[in-house]
């Protein structure tokens, strides 16, 4: 996405990892005590609001969740980024001009964003009251009073066109557009985010005005507030962020996907002097019950350096210089993912030995000795990813969007330490289907 001054990291999991968790806070956690104080409510229209009040540094986050990522184009592939990608450029009271000085004059960082299931408009600024005041009369603004001009509309959908472009200049890029497409067929989830250079190019004024009025409405929005203000302050703030908003509806749901029926193979010429290899199944949702199971499961078989894929693959063959595996849950079943580099002249061997792996690990499971080496790692390194507002921030957002429970941090730890070998064997052999899977590869040559 085209971004300015953005500060919200990407809430998706990588190398399925845990979510992104983060908090200065004394990590005893217990009933009295929880790992962090989430409070929420709702503002008088309707939007739900998750707030801690972290006092250490003068510093708040606000991040506004809407339910309008790239599910919702319709046909028109690009259009949720599009006008994610002009916020920011004008509201009815300020020009462009007016609004960038104003900001930049202020200290503030802003961006706005948008994936396949989500779209966020973020601020961040110093809480004392010369700066806050008019950094959050200017946002409101902008969440609800977004002006979107034929000369911004212009050029910012050039620069969309300009980075659909770059992405077939890159094979990686090239490898995760084709893995969707493949994985996803007709579902909302099979598009790239940014579009094609067909849609993007017939994309209007008027569908992006549309988009907007009906998606980024009070009643489609969910807001998180991380930082030094009281909890008064910080219901004046979400009802000040949505003042200008129309009350709306909530967004239609996205459709279930469909698991696949057989094994796709995909290869796409490319003059790179190494080859990009993407195996995929159909995943998890992100409520899914063994999401657990099934992340800590992906830490022993390709979560990092000592994993069994890094093992099998670079360390005993050298046939890749790394090699992962990772989860990547959404509202509905995202991809379960394999990813790899490798010679050209490699890539049968290195196809063969990751899905051998894969194989062996869907009907094996983690040994007692791997998945305790796992569950100290994970519990382990859970207090040094709490440690700062914007981190504090990407975990709100991801518990909102995705209704996760207010104690899901309080209980992280002992449903790990409670997971067993046999657990994890059987949630992926329920959810990893190793003859159900697209195998995407981008290259010189196409191997047998």
Not at 7 to 23: E, H, Y
Not at 33 to 61: C, M, S
Not at 301 to 326: C, H
């Amino acid at each position: 996405m085209l971004k300015r001054n953005g500060f919200l990291k990407a809430i998706l999991l990588f190398l399925g990892l845990v979510l992104t968790l983060s908090a200065p806070v004394s990590f005893a956690a217990s009933k009295a005590k929880p790992v962090l104080n989430i409070q929420r409510w709702q503002t008088r229209n309707g939007a739900e609001v998750y707030f801690v009040h972290e006092p250490q540094l003068p510093i708040l986050d606000v991040v506004v969740t809407f339910d309008a990522g790239s599910a919702h184009d319709g046909n028109a592939f690009g259009l949720s980024a599009l006008t994610s990608n002009l916020i920011f450029t004008a509201t009815d009271s300020l020009s462009e001009d007016a609004l960038s000085n104003d900001l930049e004059s202020l200290g503030v960082q802003y961006a706005s964003d948008a994936g396949r299931d989500m779209a966020t408009v973020s601020l961040r600024t110093l809480t004392k009251a010369s700066v806050l005041q008019p950094a959050l009369k200017i946002f409101s603004e902008v969440v609800g009073h977004s002006k979107f001009t034929e000369k911004a509309f212009s050029r910012i959908k050039k620069q969309q066109l300009e980075a659909i472009k770059a992405q077939y200049q890159s094979p990686t890029k090239i490898a995760s557009i084709a893995l969707y497409k493949n994985l996803y067929g007709n579902h909302p989830y099979a598009h790239s985010v940014l579009g094609t250079m067909k849609t993007v190019k017939l994309l209007t004024l008027q569908e992006v005005n549309d988009f907007y009025h009906q998606y980024y409405s009070a009643k489609n929005a969910m807001i998180v507030i991380v930082g030094d203000v009281t909890k008064a302050q910080a219901e004046k703030i979400g009802n000040e962020v949505l003042q200008y908003s129309p009350q709306g509806q909530h967004a239609a749901k996205i459709p279930k996907v469909k698991a696949l029926a057989e094994n796709i193979n995909k290869h796409i010429s490319y003059p790179s002097d190494q080859t990009v290899i993407r195996l995929a199944s159909i995943g998890i949702s992100r409520a899914n019950k063994d999401y657990l199971p099934l992340v800590v499961g992906n830490y022993v078989l390709g979560g990092g350096m000592t994993s069994r894929l890094f093992e099998q693959v670079r360390n005993k063959r050298g046939l890749s210089y790394a090699v992962f595996s990772y989860f990547s849950p959404m509202l509905r079943r995202g991809p379960f993912t394999v990813m790899l580099q490798t010679r050209t002249a490699s890539v049968a061997e290195a196809l063969q030995v990751s899905k051998e792996t894969l194989e062996k690990f869907i009907n094996d499971g983690p040994t007692n000795a791997e998945l305790a080496t796992a569950k100290k790692f994970l519990i382990g390194s859970f207090p040094l990813r709490l440690s700062s507002n914007s981190a504090i921030t990407s975990i709100l957002v991801s518990m909102a969007f995705y209704h996760l429970p207010l104690n899901y941090l309080d209980t992280y730890r002992a449903k790990v330490q409670a997971l067993t070998s046999q657990g994890i064997k059987q949630a992926f052999a329920e959810y990893v289907k190793n003859n159900h899977l697209v195998t995407v590869v981008v290259g010189k040559q196409k191997q047998a």
